[in-house]
C-alpha cells in the first residue's frame, strides 16, 4: 500500500534554531504533497502544498520543503523557530488517482524549548 | 466566514451504545470528508461526500458506521454499537472543488473514547 512516513514523532529545538521535519513517500510516481499543523484544540491548518511546480515550496509562517525526487522526499523546515511554532505537524499525500483523498503520516510533535 | 465545525467537541460513551456526531462545513462547500486518527496512529480516510452523494466510501471501517448527508449541507457520522477500537478523533474537512490542489479545510475534531 502506498504510504507516507514520517521520521520521529517527537523532535525538540531551541527557539532560534533549525526546524527539519522530515517526510518521505512512497511511490514511483511523485504525488501531491503537503504539510499541514495542529495547533492545540485547532483543526489542521494547511501550511504548504507541492503539485508538481517548483520544487521548493513556501509555505505559511516561514516554512518551506522541497521536494526530491530521487529521495522520494517532501522534508519541512523553518531556520529559525519560534515558540508559537509548537504544535504537531502531518505530512500528507494524494496519490495519482486519488481524488482527494488525503494519505496522512503519523504526525510529528514539535517541542520549542526556550 | 466560519470556518467547519464539529460538534461535540468530546463524546465519552459506553461500549455498545451509539453515539453521533456531526460537522457544518463551510457555507458552499459540495464536498465534504470524514477522517478518523485512532490515539498514536495516522489519520486515515473514512469517505467523501459530494453534495448529498456519497463519492468514496472506501475508508469506512464496517457497517457499523453510517454517515449521512441529508441536504448536501452539515453531515452526520453515526457508530452503532461502539466498539472499544472506536475510540479515537474524528475530524471532518470541506472544499469548495474537488481538485487536487483544492484546499480542505479542517475541523478541530470530536475526540471519541469508548469505554
Known amino acids: 500500500a502506498q504510504s507516507v512516513t514520517q521520521l520521529g514523532s517527537h523532535v525538540s529545538v531551541s527557539e532560534g534554531a533549525l526546524v527539519l521535519l522530515r517526510c518521505n513517500y512512497s511511490?514511483?510516481?511523485?504525488?501531491?504533497l503537503f504539510w499541514y499543523v495542529q495547533y492545540p484544540n485547532q483543526g489542521l491548518q494547511l501550511l504548504l502544498k507541492?503539485?508538481?511546480?517548483?520544487?521548493l515550496v513556501k509555505g505559511i509562517n516561514g516554512f518551506e520543503a522541497e521536494f526530491k525526487k530521487s529521495e522520494t522526499s517532501f522534508h519541512l523546515t523553518k531556520p529559525s523557530a519560534h515558540m508559537s511554532d509548537a504544535a504537531e505537524y502531518f505530512c500528507?499525500?494524494?496519490?495519482?488517482?486519488?481524488?482527494?483523498?488525503?494519505?496522512f503520516g503519523t504526525g510529528t510533535k514539535l517541542q520549542v524549548i526556550p | 466566514e466560519a470556518g467547519v465545525t464539529q460538534f461535540p467537541s468530546h463524546s465519552v460513551i459506553e461500549k455498545g451504545q451509539t453515539v453521533t456526531l456531526r460537522c457544518d462545513p463551510i457555507?458552499?462547500?459540495?464536498?465534504l470528508y470524514w477522517y478518523r486518527r485512532v490515539m498514536g496512529k495516522e489519520i486515515k480516510f473514512l469517505l467523501h461526500?459530494?453534495?448529498?452523494?456519497?463519492?468514496?466510501e472506501s475508508g469506512m471501517p464496517n457497517n457499523r458506521f453510517l454517515a449521512e448527508r441529508t441536504g448536501g449541507t452539515y453531515s452526520t457520522l453515526k457508530v452503532q454499537p461502539a466498539e472499544l477500537e472506536d475510540s479515537g478523533v474524528y475530524f471532518c474537512?470541506?472544499?469548495?472543488?474537488?481538485?487536487?490542489?483544492?484546499?480542505?479545510?479542517f475541523g478541530p475534531g470530536t475526540r471519541l473514547t469508548v469505554t
Open positions: 500528507a499525500v494524494i496519490y495519482s488517482g486519488g481524488y482527494q483523498k488525503v494519505t
Open positions: 474537512a470541506s472544499s469548495l472543488h474537488q481538485g487536487v490542489s483544492d484546499e480542505q479545510y
Open positions: 511511490s514511483s510516481v511523485p504525488p501531491y
Open positions: 461526500f459530494v453534495k448529498e452523494s456519497k463519492q468514496d
Open positions: 457555507s458552499g462547500h459540495d464536498n
Open positions: 507541492y503539485t508538481s511546480a517548483a520544487t
